[in-house]
């Protein structure tokens, strides 16, 4: 099992990993090799080689994320490409019940915080035009010559 899942934030990818790890794959949220502390960036090629070694050392993993570089940079060692599509309004409601992130946040206050600054950045999912908006995704998708699946709907657990 070698599965990349892209999709908006609020989608599922998280929830998809954890399903799919639960029958044996490694999983690696893009998340955690794509930022340095303080909220920025790490350099393209950091991440990368990241992404290389935890892909050198499992034989059967997960990856997932909204990172189009990142994505477009694991789909040479995948089998199977799940695209998570269920709308803009399924992923709102999603973030608003997200559980607490204690990798990405320092208290539960921190992240509910955050949660509007989110909320208005998945809603503009349709129209963004950088790596992380829906034209990029589905050319990322489109463009894919192996295995792929699109899912609409929330029933995507596995």
């Given at each position: 099992?070698?599965?990349?899942?892209i999709?908006?934030?609020?989608?599922?990818?998280?929830?998809?990993?954890?399903?799919?790890a639960?029958?044996?794959?490694?999983?690696l949220?893009?998340?955690d090799?794509?930022w340095?502390p303080?909220?920025?960036?790490?350099?393209?090629?950091e991440?990368?080689?990241?992404?290389?070694?935890f892909?050198r050392?499992?034989?059967?993993?997960?990856?997932?994320?909204?990172?189009g570089?990142?994505?477009?940079?694991?789909?040479?060692?995948?089998?199977?490409?799940?695209?998570?599509?269920?709308?803009?309004?399924?992923?709102?409601?999603?973030?608003?019940?997200?559980?607490?992130?204690?990798?990405?946040?320092?208290?539960?206050?921190a992240?509910?915080e955050?949660?509007?600054?989110?909320?208005?950045?998945?809603?503009?999912?349709?129209?963004r035009?950088?790596?992380?908006?829906?034209?990029?995704?589905?050319?990322?998708?489109?463009?894919f010559?192996?295995?792929?699946?699109?899912h609409?709907?929330?029933?995507?657990?596995?």
């Amino acid at each position: 099992m070698r599965i990349v899942i892209i999709g908006n934030s609020g989608s599922g990818k998280s929830t998809m990993a954890r399903a799919l790890a639960a029958e044996g794959a490694a999983v690696l949220p893009l998340d955690d090799i794509a930022w340095d502390p303080g909220v920025v960036r790490k350099p393209l090629a950091e991440s990368v080689a990241a992404l290389e070694d935890f892909v050198r050392r499992h034989d059967a993993w997960v990856i997932e994320g909204c990172y189009g570089d990142l994505v477009r940079a694991a789909l040479r060692h995948c089998e199977e490409l799940v695209f998570l599509n269920p709308g803009i309004e399924t992923c709102v409601e999603n973030c608003r019940r997200r559980p607490f992130e204690p990798s990405k946040f320092d208290s539960p206050e921190a992240q509910d915080e955050r949660l509007d600054a989110l909320i208005a950045w998945v809603r503009t999912y349709d129209t963004r035009d950088d790596e992380f908006g829906l034209a990029c995704h589905r050319e990322i998708f489109e463009g894919f010559d192996g295995r792929k699946r699109e899912h609409t709907r929330q029933s995507h657990t596995a």
